[in-house]
């Protein structure tokens, strides 16, 4: 299990820029329905999860009357997020420029955040800059989610795969493609191959009790995709058809995890604390830095 000092380690990161600025706006001249709210921010599960749990630790500093996006899937996870009472008279614009100040530097916080509510810069009107959106994958943030996470036994206790958890050989394939394959952002066959033929003749997979066992999964958005056919074909690999919430579930219980890039593949890696994870070389990169823990082990190909 690793731990970070959070804030001892902001103290030698400088995770914001010129372009940083604390905006503060009074909250009868804003959309109320923005405010203290997570929905219509943007992404998929994996960015939705990162801000849920940035806006709870504004919600637990300030006893937010806070909504969340996707609350309810959450809660199937085993991640119950904190509700508070409160709502103030002003309210600060939450942007990736001052996300990491804010949270990781008290003083900063108790001059621009105490006792406000808070607003993700995306959700408000026109015009805006994409820079002044708040994604909030920093590298601090992976962290703290991640610190988080380690501690939270609710989420093992509510995975109905639970029992499998260091009982298996298994292999679970998480492959990003979509929206992204025509940016030429995925990872290519070339980096699941190389991984996939390394785990095969690794000591631990060979000699694993389950060896005999060992079933080896794929997933992806696009499974139709040549890059997971190929792999299906030349490995004889087992699709596993599940839906967001129960592909992290039983995916995290295998005893290998491979990742591409992308916030969804990375939820899978910080959840399948009892697992081998291994993640590509990014060169193209959309998202935060956000794969740093140095546990995980790095592929080039």
Partial sequence: MIKHNLHNSYNSYNSYNSYNSYKII????????K????????????????????????????NLKIKYERYEQLEKIGIKLFIGENTYEETLVLTDNNIDSIIFNEN?????ALNRNIIFRQTLYNPFNLRDYAWCQTLLI???????????????????????????NDLFIHIRLGDIVD??????????????SRIYDSHNYKNSPYFNTGISYITSDSINHNICQRLINKYKLKVYEGNEIETLQFGSTCQSI????????????ILSIHSNVHFPNITKIWHGNIFIFPNWHKIGW
């Fill in 26 to 33: 009074k909250t009868n001249t804003l959309d109320i329905t």
């Fill in 108 to 112: 900063i916080f108790n001059k621009y």
């Fill in 258 to 269: 491979v990742l591409s890039n992308g916030t969804y593949s990375w939820l899978l890696g």
């Fill in 35 to 62: 405010v203290n709210n997570t929905n219509d921010c943007g992404g998929r599960f994996g960015n939705i999860f990162i801000r849920n749990f940035v806006a709870e630790y504004f919600a637990k500093k300030n």
């Fill in 142 to 168: 992976a962290k703290m989610i991640n610190n988080i996470l380690n501690f939270e036994n609710r989420i093992y206790k509510n995975n109905p795969y639970q029992n499998r958890y260091k009982n298996n």
């Fill in 183 to 196: 940016l030429k952002f995925n990872s290519p066959y070339e980096y699941y191959d190389s991984i996939i």
